[in-house]
């Protein structure tokens, strides 16, 4: 995945964030407020149900007082006259008047009128808890001697909850003692509820608490509430609020459950602000991740895409320190750094050019080896340097300041958010000034390390041309040549094999460099060998095969140097040609083997490692090219 790609998903995700954050704050903070702002309105309409439902009460207990306070209600409970009843107690009174109940006791109990109308069937109805005749059945309701107000409330009856009101009998003018009671009653019907839903404009049900007609959904959700308790609200789905209240009886029981159905135009036009807020959200993310974007594309990728299509054109070329210059015409980091890295392209051209000459002079000879070395030691930094000037570039965190810079510039942030993001930018700014200004020191000290190198270089220009000669020879001679050339002390360990199956056991090669292989790979092995002796306890004067294979392969000369020493550990397999990597103790060692595989690299062929692990013995392959057969 490309750069901008990345950097184009990374501004991305940063943006789905913060746009998740938004609704998901919109959601827990936002919504909420909106319910709970209906909440609070829930419960004030219910406070004017309830308020609907005293002025019911007061009013009916006006109406009672108006009527125990009358002369007339005076002298029938003493004397009960007929014009009383025919003039005043008839279904017109009560039609008129929206009653449900008249009844007149005397100061005995003793019941003087007593009728239950249903407006219905416009006719005087038998209601058990009022009988038309005897006692009163329920004497907490009568007024006492010194009790003039009687009571009002909620009365549970037989067919329902009563609005009722009572007050003691007694002439307008309350000079006389009173006579009995009255009392007036209205049931909590439809007609009643409707009255009231029209005086609060709200959907009501009032339901008394002994019906078992209440619906489940409605139990459930008063389910456990309390006199005491505030109106209880329940969402009855998204635009619409169940408000509960418990209205008492005279008692103190409850009397009716009361339920009012609102609307939740607050939530409605929040969602849509929300919705509007969040499209705003999106609309401006995706114009400010185009803007981010295409703003990141003009001043870093593009610039650095520049860049580096010309370092892969020149890498890829033949001569890849030669071709066109990287400068880019900028006064930034990026400008800084291609400048910075054509100086060094250029003083490693001058150190190549020098280097070659030096090599042709040199040949094949053995002072190729100290010329390798030395020009190892001093590149080995150089790419080490190069290492560090890349980590420092990525750890730049880039992405990170552009994201804070997309926030800071939408402007959403909180005071203290912002705040910290504008020094988080500052630190950055820091930062990258201070990374700037390493980088630049670490170019120079890689300008410094080419300039080491040429004078690595001039310090061989001493050495005179040689050309590199091959000619054909016979490589069993070679390699006995070559064990002649080990220490006695190695070579008495070692039972030489030789398995050469090459035209006439000859081959085509530089003979002092292939020499020179062999005699390292008969030394290593003779060494392995006499180690495994002397690690085993065997006779020291025993002597160990060294097998030497040679044949020709598809693509060239195979030989083989085979030994049943100590073996070599499957970790060090992959850094034995490593340059100074030895597992011996004397500090001169390690350069053997890396000698060898840098001399027949540059004869066009390769030198590998086989073993099976400690104890199992070693192969080293040595591979020519084709024109070495």
């Known amino acids: 995945m490309s750069v901008s790609t990345r950097i184009f998903f990374t501004v991305l995700c940063g943006f789905a964030a913060y746009a998740l954050v938004v609704v998901l704050a919109q959601r827990t903070f936002v919504a909420s407020s909106f319910e709970e702002l209906e909440k609070i309105q829930a419960r004030q309409d219910m406070g004017r149900v309830i308020s609907a439902l005293d002025n019911e009460l007061h009013h009916l207990d006006t109406l009672t007082q108006d009527w125990a306070e009358w002369d007339d209600s005076y002298d029938f409970v003493r004397d009960r006259n007929q014009g009383y009843i025919d003039s005043n107690l008839i279904p017109e009174t009560f039609r008129d008047t929206e009653l449900n109940l008249i009844a007149l006791y005397d100061n005995s109990g003793q019941v003087v009128w007593s009728?239950?109308?249903?407006?219905?069937?416009?006719?005087?109805?038998?209601?058990?808890d009022f009988p038309e005749q005897g006692p009163c059945l329920h004497p907490e309701i009568l007024a006492g001697p010194d009790d003039m107000d009687g009571v009002r409330g909620i009365f549970q009856t037989g067919r329902g909850a009563l609005l009722l009101a009572t007050?003691?009998?007694?002439?307008?003018?309350?000079?006389?003692?009173?006579?009995g009671t009255l009392v007036m009653g209205r049931y909590v019907d439809q007609a009643l509820v409707d009255r009231m839903a029209d005086q609060v404009d709200l959907r009501?049900?009032?339901?008394?608490?002994?019906?078992?007609?209440?619906?489940?959904?409605?139990?459930?959700q008063a389910r456990g509430m309390v006199l005491d308790e505030p109106a209880?609200?329940?969402?009855?789905?998204?635009?619409?609020?169940?408000?509960?209240?418990?209205?008492?009886?005279?008692?103190?029981l409850p009397?009716?459950?009361?339920?009012?159905?609102?609307?939740?135009?607050?939530?409605?036009?929040?969602?849509?602000?929300?919705?509007?807020?969040?499209?705003?959200?999106?609309?401006?993310?995706?114009?400010?991740?185009?803007?981010?974007?295409?703003?990141?594309?003009?001043?870093?990728?593009?610039?650095?895409?520049?860049?580096?299509?010309?370092?892969?054109?020149?890498?890829?070329?033949?001569?890849?320190?030669?071709?066109?210059?990287?400068?880019?015409?900028?006064?930034?980091?990026?400008?800084?750094?291609?400048?910075?890295?054509?100086?060094?392209?250029e003083r490693l051209t001058r150190a190549r050019r020098e280097l070659a000459q030096s090599a042709h002079r040199a040949g094949q000879s053995?002072?190729?080896?100290?010329?390798?070395?030395?020009?190892?030691?001093?590149?080995?930094?150089?790419?080490?340097?190069l290492d560090l000037i890349l980590a420092d570039l990525?750890?730049?965190?880039?992405?990170?300041?552009?994201?804070?810079?997309?926030?800071?510039?939408?402007?959403?942030?909180?005071?203290?958010?912002?705040?910290?993001?504008?020094?988080?930018?500052?630190?950055?700014?820091?930062?990258?000034?201070?990374?700037?200004?390493?980088?630049?020191?670490?170019?120079?000290?890689?300008?410094?390390?080419?300039?080491?190198?040429?004078?690595?270089?001039?310090?061989?220009?001493?050495?005179?041309?040689?050309?590199?000669?091959?000619?054909?020879?016979?490589?069993e001679d070679l390699v006995h040549e070559a064990l002649d050339l080990i220490p006695t002390q190695l070579r008495v360990h070692a039972k030489l094999d030789t398995q050469i199956s090459l035209p006439e056991g000859r081959l085509r090669t530089n003979p002092p460099i292939l020499l020179q292989v062999l005699v390292h790979l008969l030394s290593n092995a003779a060494e392995a060998v006499a180690a495994r002796v002397e690690a085993e306890g065997r006779d020291p004067d025993e002597r160990a095969a060294i097998t030497i294979r040679a044949w020709s392969a598809d693509q060239g000369v195979r030989i083989n140097v085979e030994d049943k020493g100590l073996g070599i550990d499957p970790q060090d397999l992959q850094r034995i040609f490593d340059r100074d990597y030895t597992t011996s103790k004397d500090p001169?060692?390690?350069?053997?083997?890396?000698?060898?595989?840098?001399?027949?690299?540059?004869?066009?062929?390769?030198?590998?490692?086989?073993?099976?692990?400690?104890?199992?013995?070693?192969?080293?392959?040595i591979l020519l090219p084709e024109n070495h057969v």
């Open 115 to 128: 009728r239950v109308y249903d407006p219905e069937t416009d006719a005087f109805v038998q209601a058990p």
């Open 255 to 345: 009397a009716l459950l009361i339920q009012a159905t609102l609307n939740r135009p607050v939530t409605q036009r929040g969602n849509r602000a929300m919705a509007f807020d969040q499209m705003a959200v999106i609309i401006g993310g995706v114009v400010a991740l185009l803007l981010v974007h295409l703003s990141i594309q003009a001043l870093v990728v593009w610039p650095v895409g520049r860049l580096t299509a010309q370092v892969v054109s020149r890498g890829q070329s033949p001569n890849p320190l030669d071709g066109d210059r990287l400068t880019l015409d900028r006064t930034d980091e990026i400008g800084t750094l291609s400048r910075e890295f054509e100086a060094l392209l």
């Open 366 to 385: 053995e002072m190729a080896q100290g010329l390798v070395h030395n020009l190892r030691n001093t590149m080995t930094p150089l790419v080490s340097h």
């Open 394 to 475: 990525r750890s730049a965190s880039l992405e990170d300041q552009e994201r804070a810079r997309s926030e800071l510039a939408e402007g959403n942030a909180e005071p203290q958010r912002r705040d910290k993001i504008e020094s988080f930018l500052s630190l950055a700014a820091e930062r990258n000034a201070h990374l700037l200004g390493k980088t630049v020191d670490q170019l120079t000290e890689l300008t410094r390390r080419a300039d080491a190198i040429e004078r690595v270089v001039n310090d061989f220009e001493r050495f005179t041309k040689a050309d590199t000669l091959t000619e054909s020879v016979i490589l």
């Open 167 to 179: 007050w003691a009998v007694t002439t307008s003018l309350e000079d006389a003692p009173p006579v």
């Open 204 to 220: 009501l049900s009032v339901w008394s608490a002994t019906n078992q007609d209440i619906p489940l959904e409605i139990l459930d």
């Open 588 to 621: 001169r060692r390690g350069f053997g083997l890396h000698w060898c595989s840098g001399v027949l690299n540059q004869l066009g062929g390769r030198l590998t490692a086989h073993s099976m692990g400690p104890g199992q013995g070693a192969t080293f392959t």
């Open 232 to 252: 209880r609200v329940a969402v009855a789905g998204p635009n619409r609020l169940h408000v509960l209240q418990v209205y008492p009886d005279l008692t103190g």
